[in-house]
Nanobody, 123 residues
């Protein structure tokens, strides 16, 4: 069982940056692939990016590639989402999620979810 808590969301102007954190409970955090997703009002939850259990592999949605970076610190049971050059279309509730096995982009592949943190980008 893994419990996830996101933090770091807020209001930022277009072109600005935010870093989201996702703190996990449990001793097996280092065994999980971690993903970030987001959901805007009236839209389906979409994949943002993911990082393998070791941190050695990452994968990003085309919409954020080159702007967002995922990292993790297994000693701190935390995964991060660094978001640069934010755009109004990045406005959404951002969620972290955990799964066993390799990186996946589909929401149903992930077993554990946080409660989400709101990111709002003003133009």
């Amino acid at each position: 069982q893994v419990q996830l808590v996101e933090s770091g969301g807020g209001l930022v102007q277009a072109g600005g940056s935010l870093r989201l954190s996702c703190a996990a409970s449990g001793r097996t955090f280092s065994l999980y692939t971690m993903g970030w997703f987001r959901q805007a009002p009236g839209k389906e939850r979409e994949f943002v990016g993911a990082i393998s259990w070791s941190g050695g592999a990452t994968y990003y949605a085309d919409s954020v590639k080159g702007r967002f970076t995922i990292s993790r610190d297994n000693a701190k049971n935390t995964v991060y989402l660094q978001m640069n050059n934010l755009k109004p279309e990045d406005t959404a509730v951002h969620y972290c999620a955990a799964k066993g096995g390799p990186i996946a982009t589909m929401t149903r592949a992930y077993d554990y979810w946080g409660q989400g943190t709101q990111v709002t980008v003003s133009s």
